[in-house]
């Protein structure tokens, strides 16, 4: 929703003024635009207009698709949130730029920003930048815990995960746990197929999870990050996971 022949640093003042109006002085507003900025990646690119398609189908040449993404989370940071959500910050992106995203969100949580972000097939590099993910399917908990501690869990219920047949464990977990659709006869074989085997993947996590610590100190973590649907939401280096 820019306006395709502002530049990104306009872009990022107009959400400024929105956001934070009077309460700050012209300094200061500048200084956090420039952090903020620089935080995205985007300093280099804050004189390049935005870009996209007028009225009347002229095409103005501007950012790429990763920094379009990355300034739409700048406009978000401007106002220093304590928590920020992302819905699928990732899609209809490329491999790399979606790893270049994702970079930058955990730079954000290493930062003190709480992060909570619904991803669609992370691939593996993203995948272990999470600090804790949460499987989900029909409504229902199957996971929540620390990424490398997935592929066991499940495999204790009777789902085994090989890298080979399977590929990364971030794509076979979705697989796994979807089970909306008719799967392939070699495939359902080893995977959940109805409501009932999420049901039941459902209460033996709810009677056996161990307990969740925090990453960074080994406490006891306070609460859980939860998606929606079939999705692995995850938390990229959050100290402090966020309840939903």
């Not at 500048?30 to 398609?53: A, I, K």
Request: proline share 7%.
């Amino acid at each position: 929703m820019f306006v395709p022949t502002m530049s990104a640093l306009e872009t990022l003042r107009f959400h400024a003024r929105l956001r934070i109006g009077g309460r700050r002085s012209a300094a200061d507003v500048d200084e956090r635009m420039r952090m903020v900025l620089e935080t995205m990646g985007l300093w280099r690119s804050r004189n390049t207009q935005v870009g996209g398609t007028l009225p009347g189908g002229i095409s103005v040449r501007g950012l790429s698709g990763g920094e379009k993404r990355r300034l739409t989370i700048a406009c978000s940071l401007i106002a220093r949130p304590s928590v920020l959500f992302l819905d699928e910050p990732t899609s209809g992106l490329d491999s790399f730029a979606a790893l270049n995203i994702m970079d930058y969100v955990s730079k954000l949580a290493r930062l003190g920003h709480t992060v909570v972000a619904s991803v669609h097939q992370p691939r593996s590099a993203i995948w272990e930048m999470f600090h804790k993910v949460c499987v989900l399917s029909e409504g229902q908990l199957l996971y929540f815990g620390p990424p490398a501690q997935a592929a066991p869990w499940f495999g204790g219920l009777g789902y085994r995960h090989s890298p080979r047949r399977d590929g990364a464990v971030s794509d076979w977990l979705i697989d796994l746990v979807s089970v909306g659709f008719a799967k392939p006869p070699g495939w359902a074989a080893r995977s959940m197929t109805t409501a009932a085997d999420v049901g039941a993947a459902y209460r033996a996590f709810q009677r056996e999870r161990p307990p969740v610590t925090d990453a960074v100190g080994g406490a006891p973590a306070s609460a859980k990050s939860i998606g929606a649907g079939a999705d692995a939401a995850a938390v990229p280096g959050a100290a402090r996971p966020l309840a939903l």
